[in-house]
Structures are given as C-alpha cells and as structure tokens.
C-alpha cells in the first residue's frame, strides 16, 4: 500500500451502531481507508419509551481539541460532517476546516434522529446553513433538511426536490444531493444530485423490508471515501447511492423499533 487515504467524521455516536460515527467509520474501511473521527454528540435510544431520543451535545472546547489532534497529521483526502448539536460545535468545524484549508467536504446538515420530527437545535441548522454550505464540496440534505434549508418546508414531488436543490446551491456548497431515499410515493426511491447546472436523478426499486436506520449517514460516508479515493463528486454520488442500496438489502432487525443498514453489503454482493 503506498499511500495511507485517510477520512474524518465529525459526527456523533449512535449506541446502535447503524448511523453516526460508526456508520461513517465502517463505511470509511469498506472504502479501504483511515478513518479518523471527532465526536460531538452521544444519542441514546430508549426501549421504554419507544425509541425515543436523548441528545448529549459534547463540549465544544473538547471537540476542538479532537480535532487539534486529527489535524496535527495535516489535512485529510476527505472528510464530512454529521451531527454538531450546537452552534459553537458548527463554529469549531468552521475554524478547523479554514484554518488547515481543507478540501474534499461533505456537509450532511443531520437536523433530526431518525423517527424525529422536529429539528433538534434550529440554531445549529442556520449555523450549518451560514458557516458551513459555503465550505462544502457537496451538501446531502434529506427531504426535511433540504426542505428548512431552502425555505419550501415540506417537499413530496421531483420537481420541489430540484427546486430545492436549485436554493441550497445557491447558499454556496458547490453539489447538493437531495436525498429522497423511500420518502417520496411511488416504487422507486430516489434522490437528487445538482452541480449548477445539471440535475441527475439517481432512483433504485425501494426495498421491503427497508431496513434503512443510517441510510443517510451512510450515504454521506460512501460520498467521502469515494471522493478521498480520487472519484469526482458526480461518480462518488452515483456509487454511493449503489453503496447505500446493497447497505440496505442486507439490513436487519436490530429490535422491534429499529432495523439498520449493514455496511458491508456492497462488498458482499461484488
């Protein structure tokens, strides 16, 4: 091996192991790289409660020192960012990634957990949307963020999909992937890529059982692998979405509330 790729998440844990960090990291060695990691928040789910979710932001002065440490390696081949979960945590990411001048960013604005419906800080959102899009390589919104970010609210067609993707490029991240996923009626799941000029419509047959807790999560991470491994955006997006797919076909029941993608799919089906 004659070069070590290396990628960082910032993000935060899922105890589950499906999305978050560790969604990222195992997306990261199934793209034969170095995964590097700061954490910024710790979700909990609660079986007696239905699921539901706690958020425990980390300290932003300790997530600035993880990152002191990544970064004492120099900058990384590509990175991305999850959930931040607060805004002096979104203001940490900013500084980090101006002050080492990196490049090759992915920018997923995680607003809500899974089964969530309201945004978690709306502070932090309009922090990612202010401090962050305009440092973005690309953007993966899903429907719900893509619909605060752009101002629509709620998207249920292609066409307010494209809309959307149109406003979010607008606030300055180069691509945005507007991710439908299973969201959108009809049979087919599918999201959205914009460079500025072109819209490309990536769509798969949806799945059933569609074991897809950190689908998104997952998404983001392919789209960071391929891009460290050399990959422009668009060919990154496209076998990301592939990745994702076979992390979904081979998902499973965790328990009665939740079913995550498993990560080694598409190595699986190859």
């Not at 992915?106 to 440092?135: F, H, Q, T, Y």
């Not at 993966?140 to 490029?169: C, W, Y």
């Not at 569609?210 to 999560?217: E, K, L, T, V, W």
Request: glycine share 12%; aromatic share 6%.
């Amino acid at each position: 091996m004659s070069k070590i790729i290396k990628t960082l998440t910032i993000a935060g844990s899922d105890s589950s192991g499906g999305a978050g960090i560790q969604a990222d990291l195992k997306t990261f060695e199934e793209y034969g790289t170095y995964g590097l990691s700061a954490l910024t928040t710790i979700v909990t789910m609660d079986p007696d409660r239905g699921w539901h979710h706690n958020v425990y932001p980390v300290d932003a002065a300790i997530v600035a020192e993880q990152l002191k440490t990544i970064f004492a390696g120099g900058p990384v081949d590509a990175m991305k960012t999850g959930m931040l979960g607060s805004v002096e945590i979104v203001k940490v990411a900013e500084q980090a990634l101006k002050s080492n001048k990196q490049t090759n960013v992915v920018i997923d604005p995680v607003m809500v957990c899974k089964g969530e419906d309201e945004v978690l800080n709306p502070e932090s959102a309009d922090a990612i949307r202010d401090l962050l899009l305009p440092l973005a390589t690309v953007a993966t919104p899903n429907l719900f963020e893509a619909g605060v970010l752009s101002g629509l609210g709620k998207l249920t067609t292609l066409d307010q999909m494209k809309e959307a993707a149109r406003l979010i490029h607008q606030l300055g991240t180069r691509n945005v992937v507007v991710k439908g996923g299973k969201a959108l009626g009809g049979d087919k799941a599918i999201d959205i890529f914009y460079d500025g000029s072109e819209y490309l419509v990536l769509e798969t047959a949806k799945i059933e059982p569609a074991h897809n807790h950190g689908a998104g999560c997952t998404f983001a991470a392919a789209i960071t692998g391929g891009l460290a491994n050399g990959l422009s955006v668009k060919d990154a997006v496209v076998k990301a979405k592939d990745f994702v797919s076979a992390a979904i076909r081979n998902g499973y029941a965790f328990n009665e509330y939740v079913g995550p993608v498993f990560h080694g799919g598409y190595r699986l089906e190859q």
